[in-house]
């Protein structure tokens, strides 16, 4: 199970972190990413971590304000977003997959959670 939470409303400009608690899996063996969709729009991939932690992988429209990180002792991952935009809001999600790459579509990703809405004022 996944449970997305930290989502809300945020002003343009502002921060949120995000967290996505994992339980039932064996977390350390499962690379996790972050995908958002917004209304009308198909789901898109954000950034992506490896089980080991590694070089994370990221949209280029996030590079340098979003941080996904991990930790494995707490069976969780965030996604740190600063300097928000009204072009982030979506409902964010996160997902896990049994492999040491980080698939960038959401076929690649077997378990998902609920989603957290993401809401930003212009």
């Known amino acids: 199970q996944l449970q997305a939470s930290g989502g809300g409303l945020v002003q343009t400009g502002g921060s949120l972190r995000l967290s996505c608690a994992v339980s039932g899996l064996t977390f350390r063996s499962y690379t996790m990413g972050w995908f958002r969709q917004a209304p009308g729009k198909e789901r898109e991939f954000v950034a992506g971590i490896t089980r080991g932690g590694g070089t994370p992988r990221y949209t280029d429209s996030v590079k340098g304000r979003f941080t996904i990180s991990r930790d494995n002792a707490k069976n969780t991952v965030y996604l740190q977003m600063i300097s928000l935009a009204p072009e982030d809001a979506a409902v964010y999600y996160c997902?896990?997959?049994?492999?040491?790459?980080?698939?960038?579509?959401?076929?690649?990703?077997?378990?998902w959670g609920q989603g957290t809405q993401v809401t930003v004022s212009s």
């Open positions: 997902a896990a997959h049994a492999i040491g790459i980080v698939p960038t579509t959401s076929q690649g990703y077997k378990y």
